[in-house]
């Protein structure tokens, strides 16, 4: 079985370009997870699909993060325009609609975004 | 309030020595799950273990165990023979809502583990 798997692994673009992270997490999968690990600080939640709607997006950092998951499949998270610290290590992960134990624990090899 | 705290930024431990690292946490719901998770420098997330509010047993996998002691909330992980690819950063998490619930996992700031010869 696949697991969550994310595109591209590294990004690196200039201040105000626009970058789209995606996350294909494993088949089956209901809910879909974003977080991320800003320049070595800890990892943050930045929202929470449940199909295609979005459950809880309070850990958005602001407007310019925008999180897409039509169909209930794959997700994309766009960053318009990129600032410095938008900088770090983006994760998802995924569980079943209803998660045992630790089924939700398993993350994507995480895409690297650097802004210059 | 933090809900997870990790206090060792960085630990030492020679090859084939135990270490435990840190965690503690604050929930009021008497429903959660603790998760470690490891990440190499290649940046990865690997779980390692997970223990459940309500298990009464502490959580083993392999080399990797966890002390939970519920009534200090706290859920540190032992390591034992260390290995040189342990060297890694270790990540303590909580999700809150028991099993069945779908919750974001809340993070610790981390643990630097450095493995020598």
């Known amino acids: 079985e696949a697991g969550v798997t994310q595109f591209p692994s590294h990004s690196v673009i200039e201040k105000g370009q626009t970058v789209t992270l995606r996350c294909d997490p494993i088949?089956?999968?209901?809910?879909l997870y974003w977080y991320r690990r800003v320049m070595g600080k800890e990892i943050k939640f930045l929202l929470h699909f449940v199909k295609e709607s979005k459950q809880d997006e309070s850990g958005m950092p602001n407007n310019r993060f925008l999180a897409e998951r039509t169909g209930g499949t794959y997700s994309t998270l766009k960053v318009q325009p990129a600032e410095l610290e938008d900088s770090g290590v983006y994760f998802c992960?995924?569980?079943?609609?209803?998660?045992?134990?630790?089924?939700?624990?398993?993350f994507g090899q995480g895409t690297r975004l650097t802004v210059v | 309030a933090q809900k997870i705290t990790q206090t060792q930024p960085g630990m030492f431990v020679q090859e084939k020595e135990a270490v435990t690292l840190d965690c503690t946490y604050d929930t009021s719901d008497p429903s959660y799950g603790l998760f470690w998770y490891k990440q190499p420098s290649s940046g990865e997330m690997i779980f390692l273990i997970y223990?459940?509010?309500?298990?009464?047993q502490n959580a083993t996998e392999g080399r990797y165990s966890l002390n939970f002691q519920k009534a200090r909330k706290s859920a540190n992980l032992v390591i034992s023979a260390s290995q040189l690819g342990d060297s890694a950063m270790y990540f303590c998490a909580m999700r809150e809502g028991g099993t069945g619930t779908a919750s974001k996992l809340t993070f610790g700031t981390g643990t630097r583990l450095q493995v020598t010869l």
């Open positions: 992960a995924s569980s079943p609609l209803i998660p045992v134990r630790n089924t939700e624990a398993f």
């Open positions: 223990q459940g509010s309500y298990d009464q």
């Open positions: 088949s089956g999968h209901d809910n």
